[in-house]
Nanobody, 123 residues
Framework: QVQLVESGGGSVQAGDSLRLTCAYPERTFRLAAMGWFRQAPGKELEFVAA????????DYANSVKDRFTISRNDVKNTVLLQMNSLKPEETAVYYC????????????????WGQGTQVTVSS
């Protein structure tokens, strides 16, 4: 199964920024909507942001609107999540996923997943 590969996680202070990158290894993923989800310890997987195959439609969780930006670069086969003004409660493992049926905000619509990257925000 094709794996998506996330990178860019780390430990930051509240208010800092991080940029996560998701690399997809095959050109076929250029036709997929891509999403970011996160899971904090003891909590369920949570939708963060998604972008459609052409990059013309994006969707965000209300909690991250105006602070996070999702984008894609189909020349480099990457999806980026720029995260600004991070909060301690956003400490979680962040996952990248691909959905060939179209942009979606629920994890069951996504067929391929990465291993995740840890983001830790301290106060």
């Amino acid at each position: 199964q094709v794996q998506l590969v996330e990178s860019g996680g780390g430990s930051v202070q509240a208010g800092d920024s991080l940029r996560l990158t998701c690399a997809y290894p095959e050109r076929t993923f250029r036709l997929a909507a891509m999403g970011w989800f996160r899971q904090a310890p003891g909590k369920e997987l949570e939708f963060v942001a998604a972008i459609n195959w052409s990059g013309t439609v994006v969707d965000y969780a209300n909690s991250v609107k105006d602070r996070f930006t999702i984008s894609r670069n189909d020349v480099k086969n990457t999806v980026l999540l720029q995260m600004n003004s991070l909060k301690p409660e956003e400490t979680a493992v962040y996952y990248c996923a691909a959905a060939f049926a179209g942009i979606a905000s629920t994890p069951d619509k996504y067929e391929s997943w990465g291993q995740g990257t840890q983001v830790t925000v301290s106060s």
